[in-house]
């Protein structure tokens, strides 16, 4: 199965995804992290991701398709994945299509994660990542983090991404609203959309995406 997680930054779509990833046996393919990965290096190529991360602009399409192609191209994404993060504009959906095309595999559904604009400001700024295996935290709504051994050796190692400050969230949804939203209607329009409510609950959320991923329309 081919799922796509579409939502704003702070929506759930990573949490959610780690947690489906477990239970489907598929990857979650989350194109900011591969991206957090590049940004580490010091070469022209990272230190222009860096720029846009930092930004909180999109990174360019051409280096976003260039990462996810060898991505998926790995031999656990052929079962499936969960692709997080990507499309971010119109632009990337068709060029997606153009790659699965050439896989010769379909998208199944596209997962849309409602949650208001002040709640999602919220969860930016208590978001924290584990260095080590990237599950993702929140000092609000999870602070689990404390005690639980990172399956990578350890304890967990949280960090806060340089991204997720409060002036770099707002650049952040603006840019949802203006690039990725008109995805709603692209996917809604093939009949793949699948709406979810993603407030509350991290369980009563899975389920909510558990039921709209068996939902057939
Ligand atoms: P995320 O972890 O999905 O919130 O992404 C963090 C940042 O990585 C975004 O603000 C963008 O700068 C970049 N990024 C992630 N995915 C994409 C994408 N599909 N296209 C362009 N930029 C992306």
């Not at 947690?19 to 022209?44: C, H, I, N, W």
């Not at 720029?51 to 060898?70: C, F, K, N, P, Q």
């Not at 969860?123 to 295996?133: A, D, E, N, V």
Request: aromatic letters at 6%; one cysteine or more.
């Amino acid at each position: 199965m081919r799922i796509v997680f579409l939502g704003a930054p702070g929506s759930g779509k990573g949490t959610q995804a780690q947690r489906l990833m477990l239970e489907y046996g598929f990857p979650q393919v989350s194109t900011g992290d591969l991206l957090r990965t590049l940004r580490k290096a010091d070469t022209p190529l990272g230190r222009k991701v860096k720029t846009a991360m930092d930004a909180g602009a999109l990174v360019s399409d051409d280096i976003v398709l260039e990462v996810l192609r060898d991505r998926l191209a790995q031999p656990d994404a052929q079962r499936g994945f969960i692709l997080d993060g990507f499309p971010r504009n119109v632009a990337q959906a068709r060029a997606l299509d153009e790659l699965l095309a050439e896989l010769k595999v379909p998208v199944d559904r596209v997962i849309l994660f409602d949650v208001p604009n002040d709640e999602l400001v919220r969860r930016i700024s208590g978001r924290r990542t584990c260095r080590k295996c990237n599950k993702v935290f929140n000092v609000f709504s999870s602070p689990a983090a404390a005690g639980e051994s990172c399956p990578r050796g350890g304890e967990h190692d949280l960090e806060q991404r340089p991204d997720d400050t409060e002036e770099t969230v707002v650049k952040r949804l603006k840019v949802y609203d203006e690039q990725t939203r008109p995805l709603v209607s692209f996917y809604g329009k093939r009949g793949l959309l699948r709406r979810i409510d993603a407030t509350g609950d991290l369980d009563a959320v899975t389920t909510r995406l558990r039921e709209a991923l068996a939902r057939q329309s």
